[in-house]
């Protein structure tokens, strides 16, 4: 827990990542530890926030969930430029959206706040029957691009608070 007379900082986060990859699952598990099977889809962008303790410092991430489809990728920059922190999310049982998370890095690395810190979330990982996409070769492109990578279940809260709790510890403000 934090203790009085800790730092306090504001962190703005981003999820991007294809349409129904689980961004607003994984936001509503984190923020109010809830799973919904039929979740509508995000228009534009919603915002949330939620803190995190870390050591001697409360993180208060201020949450940008974007919605995937392609029509709204122009106002993607609106809400990554400044952003502390980014989580690209794919579908472990969907490969298109795996090629689709590596492009959102791409741009993240031409266009995005140098000292951004990157995760890369595998999400859907309790569907493993399904999986399209190998834990090692995310882990691979993670390891080459800088980012760290987990896969995570909004469904099982598997790995959802970890995702959260592991950017705020790489800020750079808290280094
Ligand atoms: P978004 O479009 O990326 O925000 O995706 P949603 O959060 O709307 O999720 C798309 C669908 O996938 C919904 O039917 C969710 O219930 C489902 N979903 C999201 N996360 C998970 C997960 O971790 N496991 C499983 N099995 N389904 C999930």
Redesign the pocket.
Known sequence: MASSGNKNINAKLVLL??????????VLRFVKGQ????????IGAAFFSQTVAVNDATVKFEIW?T??QERYHSLAPMYYRGAAAAII?YDITNQASFDRAKKWVQELQAQGNPNMVMALAG?????LDARKVAAEEAQTYAQENGLFFME?????ATNVNDVFYEIAKRLPRLQ
């Open positions: 990542g294809d349409v129904a990859t689980g961004k607003s699952s994984l799973f919904v099977e039929f979740q509508e889809s995000t969930d919605a995937g999310v999400n859907k990982s309790d569907l995570t279940s909004a469904k099982t």
